[in-house]
């Protein structure tokens, strides 16, 4: 069984703050992976992905990658209300599952002003 | 200039009637995608269609039948509709990788079973 964890949260954080997200997942060989955000009641938008070991910084975010640890992160700098949502991890288990993701359960992120 | 549409967005229909969902995509992807997220938002693939030719099936009971008329499109009909469908069903579409391509998701079809 190919499995993603995060933890459900929710994870509160003040306005300004750095919001740290993470994720473990099981199958060592996993090649891709993606970080998205879900609005209540909204579809999963894409914020990040990351296919090798280190940090990779696109604007306020940043994802880190651990393969060793089998362990990938989002970190979000400057936190706003705006960034209260669900954040979804999701994993390409290897190359012989195709394009297939497989999901972790969400980690509620709320950012008080 | 929606990427992934989705109709309908509301579906609310009784136990054991037949029906079916839309998906389109105008972002030039060849596979497309669907997704079952449930009560508790956990979000699961069902289906994958890449260049109209079935390439996920999950373990999804045989009530459930996507459809790919060509590359742009996914239709999903549902059979003999029962309470635990209730769900949001998301179609999601990307390029051809080797699971290294984003997948972007449509708005949801909210369905509920009375």
């Known amino acids: 069984q190919k499995e993603v964890e995060q933890n459900s949260g929710p994870l509160s954080v003040p306005e300004g703050a750095i919001a740290s997200l993470n994720c473990t997942y099981s199958?060592?060989?996993?090649?891709?992976f993606f970080w998205y955000r879900q609005y209540s009641g909204k579809s999963p938008e894409l914020i990040m992905f990351?296919?090798?070991?280190g940090d990779k910084e696109d604007g306020r975010f940043t994802a880190q990658l651990n393969k060793a640890s089998q362990y990938v992160s989002l970190l979000i700098r400057d936190s706003q209300p705006s960034d209260s949502a669900t954040y979804l991890c999701?994993?390409?288990?290897?190359?012989?599952?195709?394009?297939?993701?497989?999901f972790g359960a969400g980690t509620i992120l709320r950012v008080k002003s | 200039d929606t990427a992934v549409s989705q109709t309908p967005k509301y579906l609310v229909t009784q136990m054991g009637n037949d029906k079916s969902i839309k998906c389109e995509q105008n972002?030039?992807?060849?596979?497309m995608y669907w997704y079952k997220q449930d009560s508790k938002k956990f979000l699961k693939i069902m289906f994958s269609y890449n260049n109209k030719e079935l390439i996920i099936n999950e373990t999804v009971p045989n009530r459930f039948s996507p459809k790919s008329p060509d590359k742009a499109h996914l239709n999903l009909h549902i059979n003999s509709l029962e309470l635990g469908d209730s769900a949001v069903y998301f179609c999601?579409?990307?390029?051809?990788?080797?699971?290294?391509?984003?997948?972007?998701f449509g708005d949801g079809t909210r369905l509920s079973i009375l």
């Open positions: 999701a994993v390409n288990p290897s190359m012989e599952y195709g394009n297939k993701l497989v």
């Open positions: 199958d060592r060989g996993s090649q891709s």
């Open positions: 999601a579409s990307s390029h051809q990788g080797n699971g290294n391509q984003p997948q972007h």
């Open positions: 990351i296919y090798s070991n």
């Open positions: 972002l030039g992807h060849d596979t």
